[in-house]
């Protein structure tokens, strides 16, 4: 019962240093219906979260659905921002039955997650941090040591570096996963008003910023430093629209 309910933390390799205290981290969990009762599982984590994470004496709890990718069809459920010593808190008895009740008896909680901010390859000019229409891409980078891993840091970071120049009018997180996981090594997360946003082929960065990456950066860089870089370092990039459930 209670060993669904927590997470245990194996010491695998981490591809996140956290050498100060002030960082942004989200702790993230997808939840799988069981039955197919949405809106069940929506009201549920509702009563919970308005009971155990509403931001005033803990961090603040959120719900997306997500419509795209591997994983439409489930619920993200994300915490924060928060602090990795704030896992070491206990939870209490009444604590584990809410959830059993509010959460579990609808859904399935899988692939737990810590995203850490990289803020050198964030470009986010509003200094917002929750936004309630998101496109998440993620990126599984391969194995091999650290290289593949910098290759992958270096080509995202130049895409910031082109945004600040450019003084784009969006938004772009950049996360870390504190352990390796299936959902991703480096997780872009993209802001968005309307879904008319993804008429054409724009998907997160701004219309024609490959031209702009080039003309900043010389012709045929942004294949070469971004395209290319990507395409050896990574096993693929995973895109999901998510909306959040108030």
């Given at each position: ?33 069981r039955n197919g009762e ?173 031209d702009d990456y080039d ?25 999901e629209v998510q909306t959040?459930?108030?």
């Open positions: 019962m209670i060993k669904r309910f927590l997470i245990i933390l194996f010491p695998v390799l981490t591809f996140v240093t956290i050498s100060a205290q002030d960082y942004i981290m989200f702790r993230t969990v997808v939840l799988e219906l949405h809106l069940a599982l929506q009201e549920g984590v509702k009563k919970y979260n308005s009971k155990y994470y509403n931001g005033k004496n803990s961090p603040k709890a959120y719900l997306w659905y997500t419509h795209t990718g591997p994983n439409s069809g489930t619920y993200n459920w994300a915490i924060g921002p928060m602090k990795f010593s704030q896992m070491d808190s206990k939870f209490s008895k009444e604590q584990i039955k809410d959830w059993e009740k509010n959460v579990q008896k609808y859904a399935i909680a899988r692939d737990h997650m810590f995203m850490v901010r990289d803020e050198s390859m964030t470009y986010n000019p509003e200094n917002e941090i929750i936004a309630e229409k998101i496109l998440v891409k993620r990126l599984l980078v391969k194995q091999g040591g650290l290289a593949p891993l910098q290759e992958v840091e270096k080509a995202v970071t130049s895409i910031a570096d082109v945004l600040r120049k450019t003084n784009a009018k969006i938004a772009r997180r950049v996360y870390k996963s504190g352990f390796r996981t299936p959902l991703g090594d480096v997780i872009l997360v993209y802001p968005f008003d309307s879904w008319t946003e993804f008429e054409g082929d724009r998907q997160g960065l701004p219309a024609g910023f490959a003309r900043i950066n010389g012709k045929g860089s942004f294949q070469e430093n971004v395209g290319s870089v990507l395409s050896k370092y990574t096993n693929g990039i995973t895109n959040m459930v108030k």
